[in-house]
Structure formats: structure tokens, C-alpha cells
């Protein structure tokens, strides 16, 4: 019974997250909105915590990963395989985070904060999967000729990365907090829909 | 089923293992099935963002980057990159037409109940139930969203779209409570 239980619960997050990239990130990217990603994995983190509330079992969140990179992979929109290995990634990260540290608050904020940091690089991680390693050649070459030509190539980039870092931690850990806040939210909600189903007026 | 996996399995190792050396017999290999099985799959590589990107890296990157040692109508360029850049054009495109053959030949209703049947049981399970669930929560979805809009104004934005949240999920999961349990009599019935 509880078993039948878990496996509906990943069922429905799975599906709510994978109807969340299907409808909202298509959209995003159809208004080319920027910052998409980022918006897209504070959305996945919100899911992904209040997901985890009902569905304790270690592995719950890749398969909800699984079912959403699924319906996104069979979608109208056909297959884009970034989004997609984005959907998957993320999946496996969060269950790492979780499977760690528990849920709880910290571990909340640091899930949101691993998975937009993990937006960030996963331009590069999917082109490294798609392309070869030469891919990552080619960039630093590129980099350092555009530097050399615009003569950049001393500028101290660590303040800006401090500064994007700053921003990917604050906002990482509003989206966990809001996760584990919705979790708990639509926990008393449910005990308390099911309770006036049961209660006859 | 099986043969798709073992299709693509072999696909995707050819994309791994292309080389200047091997891509006479690689690539025939690899692309020779989508032409006989589903040529619709190719279609995945008419798109124009991704067609500026491959021509890019292979016309452009050589004559940026690397030792230019051969010229080719007094342009010079680098003939190093010239490989490495053919080469993942190779394994991009292996890779993408292999997956976009894959997932028009498969109906996700066969993949839920083959991955049920193997060691992935219990996520073969929720994706069979997530597919069951699916058309019901569109429809919820699209009904949530009125609602919502509907109910725009009357408290703050914030917390509007948390209270609405907070209902749409609760809903969802009673909704997928009761298909299960109906499922569950069912099965007890048969």
C-alpha cells in the first residue's frame, strides 16, 4: 500500500514538473525571455521539495526526474535534447543534496542554490556530451583570441562571478524555501480536504 | 521494443567512437538505418539556430583558431580544427537523428509497460500512472489557470498565487489518490 502510495506521488510531481517544461518553458523560450534556465530550475526546485515531502523514498526524485524528462522528450514541441538533459541532471543533483542532507531547511536552500548554479554551467555540460571535449578547446581558444583582439584579457572577472554567484545563492534559496513552504502547505491542505471528505455535514 | 534500445544503444556508441580514421564505415553505419527505417528523422536537424552553430564550427572555427598551415583559395585556415570540427559535427548529428528515430518509433504507452516489466518496475509503474493522469491534468491545469486569472485582484499577487498553488497540487494528488484507488477495485473485481 504505501509503495502504491510513493509511486503515485512521483507519478503526479514527475507529471506536474514535466507539464511545467512542456507548457512554461516552451513558452518562456517562444518569448525568448532571457534567463529562462534559471527560471525553469527555481520552478524544478519548488516542485522537486514539495515532491520530496510525500515521496520520502531514496530515488523518488530521479524517477519524478524520469517521468518529466519523458513527457518533455514525447512532447508536441519535439525532442530538444537540452532541456531535456537539464530535466534529468537535475533530477539526480537534488537526489544527491536530499539524499544527504534529509529535508529540512538547509538542505532546501542548498538544492535550489546546486540546481541554478547547475543551470548556469549546463549549456557546457550538454555541448561537452553532444559535441566531444574539443568543444571546450574551441571556446578557451575563441575566448582568449575575442580577449586578445578587444584586449580584455586582463580584466578581473572575479568581482562579476561573485556578484552572479550572489545572486544564483539568494535566489536558489528563496525557490528551496518556497518548495519546502508548499510541501508543508499542501500537506495541511490535503489532511484537511480528506478530513472533510470523510466528516459527513 | 528491444530492438529500438539495442538500435540506438549501437548508435549512440558509433557517435562515441567516430574518428577521422573510421568515419567512412561509421557513418554509413550509423545513419544507414534512419534512412531505411524513418528518413521523417532527419527533419530534427532543420532548425535554424542549430544549422548556424554546426556551420559555424565548421567553416568559421578553422579560420579563427589554431595553426593556420593550409590556405584554401588564399584563406588560410587551420587543418586540425577542420577534423575536430567535422568531427562533432559527426557525432552531433548521429546523436540527434538516433534519439529523434528513437522516440518516433516508440509509443510511450509501450515504453511504460516495458520498462514495468523490467528492474525499473516502480518507474515504469508511476510513468504508466503519469501517462494515465496526464489528460486529467491538462484539463485541471487549464481550469486552474482560469480560476486563477479570474481570482487575480482580490488578494495580493504573492499570496494569490501561493493559495493557488497550494489548491491546484492538493487537487491533483486527491484526484490521483482516487484514480489509483478506483484502479486498485478495480483490479479486485477482475
Known amino acids: 500500500m504505501e509503495a502504491r502510495r510513493q509511486t503515485h506521488y512521483v507519478a503526479v510531481f514527475g507529471t506536474l514538473w514535466g507539464l511545467m517544461e512542456v507548457t512554461l518553458g516552451t513558452a518562456l523560450k517562444g518569448l525568448r525571455i532571457p534567463f529562462t534556465g534559471l527560471v525553469m530550475a527555481a520552478c524544478a526546485t519548488v516542485v522537486i521539495l514539495a515532491g520530496r515531502r510525500f515521496a520520502r523514498r531514496r530515488g523518488s526524485v530521479v524517477m519524478m526526474g524520469g517521468v518529466a524528462a519523458l513527457i518533455k522528450v514525447f512532447s508536441l514541441g519535439g525532442f530538444v535534447i537540452g532541456p531535456v538533459w537539464a530535466i534529468v541532471f537535475e533530477g539526480l543533483l537534488a537526489e544527491i543534496v536530499l539524499t544527504t542532507f534529509g529535508l529540512n531547511r538547509l538542505s532546501s536552500m542548498l538544492t535550489g542554490v546546486v540546481l541554478l548554479g547547475y543551470t548556469t554551467v549546463h549549456p557546457f555540460v550538454a555541448q561537452g556530451v553532444l559535441y566531444g571535449s574539443d568543444i571546450y578547446t574551441i571556446y578557451l581558444e575563441m575566448l582568449r583570441k575575442f580577449a586578445a583582439v578587444l584586449h580584455i584579457a586582463d580584466v578581473d572577472l572575479v568581482p562579476v562571478a561573485g556578484v552572479y554567484l550572489a545572486c544564483i545563492a539568494i535566489a536558489g534559496s528563496a525557490a528551496g524555501l518556497a518548495g519546502l513552504r508548499l510541501g508543508h502547505d499542501v500537506d495541511r491542505n490535503l489532511r484537511r480536504k480528506r478530513l472533510g471528505e470523510r466528516t459527513p455535514c | 521494443m528491444l530492438k529500438h534500445v539495442a538500435l540506438l544503444f549501437l548508435q549512440l556508441t558509433l557517435a562515441l567512437i567516430v574518428s577521422v580514421d573510421n568515419q567512412g564505415w561509421v557513418l554509413p553505419l550509423a545513419l ?15 532548425r535554424g539556430r542549430l544549422l548556424l552553430f554546426l556551420a559555424l564550427m565548421v567553416g568559421g572555427v578553422p579560420l579563427v583558431v589554431g595553426t593556420r598551415s593550409a590556405d584554401v583559395l588564399g584563406v588560410p585556415y587551420s587543418p586540425e580544427y577542420v577534423d575536430a570540427s567535422l568531427l562533432m559535427l559527426y ?21 511504460a509497460t516495458s520498462l514495468q516489466r523490467t528492474r525499473f518496475r516502480q518507474f515504469g509503474d508511476a510513468f504508466a500512472l503519469s501517462l494515465e493522469l496526464l489528460p486529467q491534468l491538462r484539463a485541471t491545469s487549464r481550469n486552474a489557470w482560469r480560476a486563477y486569472r479570474r481570482g487575480r485582484g482580490s488578494s495580493g499577487l504573492i499570496a494569490h498565487t501561493r493559495d493557488w498553488t497550494v489548491d491546484f497540487v492538493t487537487n491533483m494528488l486527491l484526484y490521483a489518490e ?7 477495485q478495480g483490479e479486485a473485481h477482475e
Do not use: H, Q
Request: glycine share 6%; no cysteine; hydrophobic share 50%.
Open chain 2, 32 to 46: 544507414g538505418p534512419v534512412l531505411v527505417l524513418d528518413r521523417g528523422a532527419f527533419r530534427v536537424l532543420v
Open chain 2, 91 to 111: 557525432r552531433s548529428l548521429i546523436m540527434l537523428v538516433a534519439l529523434r528515430l528513437f522516440t518516433r518509433r516508440i509509443r510511450l504507452d509501450e515504453l
Open chain 2, 178 to 184: 482516487r484514480y489509483s484507488g478506483e484502479k486498485v
